[in-house]
């Protein structure tokens, strides 16, 4: 069963951007005490890329500072991940990720690809 549905992934040159939204069902979102967008590349272990707590609070790996930006809107139960400055080793799948103790759910995640 899904619960996070993601979208916004794609293909993009070095240097460009790309903007990802998740949404969550009503009860998920409302309830969650954080959300976030984790990638996984190829070889490589998930990683958390940022994260934003039902008070608003954000939280960036440091690969990411500076050039990612993550926002929710309440009013429609989603959140966005803007990514500028994209670097080819950004490329992966991106997870949409809610933690609403004691779950956690996750998306089924969208590719990105940053290349020439």
């Known amino acids: 069963q899904v619960h996070l549905v993601e979208s916004g992934g794609g293909l993009v040159q070095p240097g460009g951007s790309l903007r990802l939204s998740c949404t969550a069902p009503?009860?998920?979102?409302?309830?969650?005490?954080?959300m976030g967008w984790y990638r996984r590349a190829p070889g490589k272990q998930r990683e958390l890329v940022a994260s934003i707590s039902s008070r608003g609070g954000t939280n960036y790996a440091d690969s990411v500072k500076g050039r990612f930006a993550i926002s929710r809107d309440n009013a429609k139960n989603t959140i966005d991940l803007q990514m500028n400055s994209l670097k080819p080793e950004d490329t992966a799948v991106y997870y949409c990720?809610?933690?609403?103790?004691?779950?956690?759910?996750w998306g089924q995640g969208t590719q990105v690809t940053v290349s020439s």
């Open positions: 009503g009860s998920i979102f409302s309830g969650a005490e954080a």
């Open positions: 990720n809610a933690e609403h103790t004691p779950y956690v759910y």
